[in-house]
């Protein structure tokens, strides 16, 4: 099994991830220089230079890396989103929502860095977020959108784990969705307090790469540059 | 993707939310339109799809997802059949009830006839929980334990069911939605709808095991602990941890008798 990369310089020495999972988890002494945490604060995406420039396309990459970047690319967002709810709270925020919507903020992050150091030089770079048609002043508008983000995330989780090949990365991702779904059902329970919004269906949705991008599209900067054509079950 | 055939395939009456396949199924094998064929298309359906002869260690896993399962669905009947869950709650738990009844129902069809029964059970889990079925507060525990368990189960056995993708992706649809009952049932409990460190917070001692690993710092060989940015109570909230089959079967043993 090997995690091939198509466009990027392959740098085995600098992956977290190596493709034999005998030695997964086993980096040398630069991969572990690369993966250092940067000090990344809960604003510093909105720093981050776009990363793509006019002739630059955003390859997610293929194999198993594509589908981390294509995680990545959602933890982007998500971060980005409740870094910037938390950053201006609309004012009818409850304890119980800041609490929450804070808490949500931070998971977001460590998800985010998460994939960031696992990717290492594979990583795509920061994207960055389009939230113009978000309201961060009105309550509604936040926790719908909170609502799709995280709908989303679960549903995008739940389409990948079959296009991994390797049982740690699949491992990751479920200790993942389900916290992704803790934080839909909170929302959805935010809005719709004790009733059956929180989980709308017995089963949650599994959705492919395609579809989870063509909705996240609107919400991420020059999106259009990310070439996902790469990814495991592209035709 | 093909969720939705999946979705048909497996489950039908699921399925009739979003187009009237019941109906369809029920008529192709000759049985009318009511609601008690469903289960017999289904079977007879999912034979079709995923064969009878599902490999031993696939069929083990499913097995031990249906015993949870069964489980899950007799405590939420139970508890509706009782006057203890105040109104306010009892949407919450009329939903989760339906959908363990679905899980259920879904897992017995893909099984066919490798499904095992359910089995006997004992709500106080031989006398430690006796007001079970009586004190509120008790019972909301219990449910927010088995749930936790489910989630943490579920993600034990994700890594068994890679060889057949259509039942991995089953599986992890179902997966989520337990996440989603244990969050609802935290916050009815006023807890986190995640899981901080290991703490079993107010739950009795009892249901330690149900949270022991969930300190884990290690993702992918990376200690995230100090990550810069984020308290560290969030580090271990954000994944939540597996738990083997041995775990959860030591976990849930109490509450069956046979």
């Known amino acids: 099994m090997s995690v091939s990369i198509n466009t990027r310089k392959h740098q085995p020495e600098c992956s977290v991830w190596s493709s034999n999972r005998r030695t997964f988890l086993r980096m040398s002494g630069s991969a572990l220089a690369v993966l250092g945490f940067a000090a990344v604060g809960p604003v510093d995406l909105f720093s981050i230079p776009i990363g793509m420039g006019d002739k630059d396309k955003v390859d997610l990459g293929s194999g198993d890396t594509g589908i981390l970047n294509y995680a990545y690319a959602l933890e982007q967002l998500e971060a980005a989103f409740y870094t910037q709810v938390m950053t201006h709270p609309y004012k009818t925020m409850s304890s119980d929502e800041n609490r929450i919507l804070t808490d949500i903020r931070d998971h977001e992050i460590v998800h985010r860095e998460f994939f960031k150091a696992a990717l290492g030089a594979n990583a795509i770079p920061g994207l960055k977020p389009d939230f113009k048609k978000i309201h961060f002043n009105d309550r509604m508008s936040v926790l719908t959108t909170a609502q799709t983000f995280e709908d989303l995330g679960v549903s995008a989780y739940n389409g990948a784990g079959q296009l991994l090949t390797s049982g740690d990365f699949l491992l990751l991702a479920g200790k993942i969705v389900s916290v992704e779904a803790r934080h839909s059902a909170a929302i959805r329970d935010l809005l719709k307090p004790r009733s059956d919004n929180f989980a709308p269906d017995a089963m949650d949705g599994a959705k492919e790469p395609d579809d989870v991008l063509k909705a996240a599209g609107p919400f991420i900067k020059d999106s259009k540059k990310i070439n996902a054509k790469n990814l495991p079950g592209e035709k | ?258």
């Open chain 2, 1 to 258: 993707m093909t969720n939705e055939s999946i979705l048909a395939q497996l489950d039908p009456e699921l399925q009739s939310r979003l187009t009237p396949r019941r109906d369809l199924f029920a008529k192709a094998i000759g049985m009318g339109v009511k609601y008690a064929s469903v289960p017999i298309a289904v079977a007879v359906l999912s034979n079709s799809v995923f064969g009878a002869d599902l490999p031993q260690d696939i069929t083990d896993v499913l097995n031990f997802a249906l015993t949870l399962e069964y489980l899950e669905d007799a405590h939420y009947k139970a508890g509706l059949g009782t006057k203890m869950i105040p109104d306010s709650d009892r949407k919450v738990f009329e939903t989760i009830s339906k959908h363990e009844s679905d899980h259920v129902k879904t897992l017995k069809s893909v099984l066919g006839g490798s499904a095992v029964a359910a089995p006997n059970l004992d709500p106080t889990a031989g006398g430690a929980f006796p007001d079970a079925l009586s004190n509120y507060q008790t019972y909301l525990a219990l449910s927010q334990a088995f749930e936790d368990t489910g989630v943490r189960a579920y993600e034990g056995q994700a890594g068994n069911l890679m060889s057949n993708k259509k039942l991995l992706t089953v599986a992890l649809q179902i997966h989520s939605v337990e996440a989603r009952h244990a969050c609802e049932i935290r916050r009815i409990r006023q807890e986190k709808g995640w899981i901080t460190g290991s703490s079993r917070g107010t739950l009795p001692a009892a249901t330690q095991a149900i949270y022991d690993g969930e300190d884990n710092t290690m993702q992918g060989g990376k200690d995230l602990a100090g990550l810069p940015g984020v308290p560290a109570s969030a580090i271990t909230e954000a994944f939540d941890e597996p738990l083997t089959k041995e775990q959860v079967l030591a976990i849930v043993k109490p509450f069956i008798k046979s």
